[in-house]
């Protein structure tokens, strides 16, 4: 079974930064496209951003272009996402994702494991 956790969040203020981190269990991981998801209160889980298997391409939400950046590290079976500049719109709770697709995908139907979420909070 493939277990995500992830780690990283906090409160932080408007512009400031946070790394978040995604480790997963088993024997598979650079099997998985990864992504992050975000889903703040009474609003659907949207796509934040999405890594290939060998990390050679990425994807990002319009939202957070230029300001998140997402890498691996497949010998330490671990996925994150640096975040930059942080508005208080980016409050969330952001979950790490793993897929099988063999193309990088952004839809959360495409995504078979989930981890338990991390809040982040930006405050003004």
């Known amino acids: 079974q493939v277990q995500l956790v992830e780690s990283g969040g906090g409160l932080v203020q408007d512009g400031g930064s946070l790394r978040l981190s995604c480790v997963v269990s088993?024997?598979?991981?650079?099997?998985?496209?990864m992504g992050w998801f975000r889903q703040a209160p009474g609003k659907e889980r949207e796509f934040v951003a999405g890594?290939?298997?060998?990390?050679?391409?990425?994807d990002y939400a319009d939202s957070v272009k230029g300001r998140f950046t997402i890498s691996r590290d497949n010998a330490k079976n671990s996925v994150y996402v640096q975040m930059n500049s942080l508005k208080p719109e980016d409050t969330a709770v952001y979950y790490c994702?793993?897929?099988?697709?063999?193309?990088?995908?952004?839809?959360?139907?495409?995504?078979?494991?989930w981890g338990q979420g991390t809040q982040v909070t930006v405050s003004s």
């Open positions: 890594i290939s298997r060998n990390g050679g391409s990425t």
């Open positions: 994702a793993a897929s099988w697709s063999i193309v990088l995908v952004t839809t959360k139907e495409r995504y078979a494991y």
């Open positions: 088993g024997r598979t991981f650079s099997s998985h496209t």
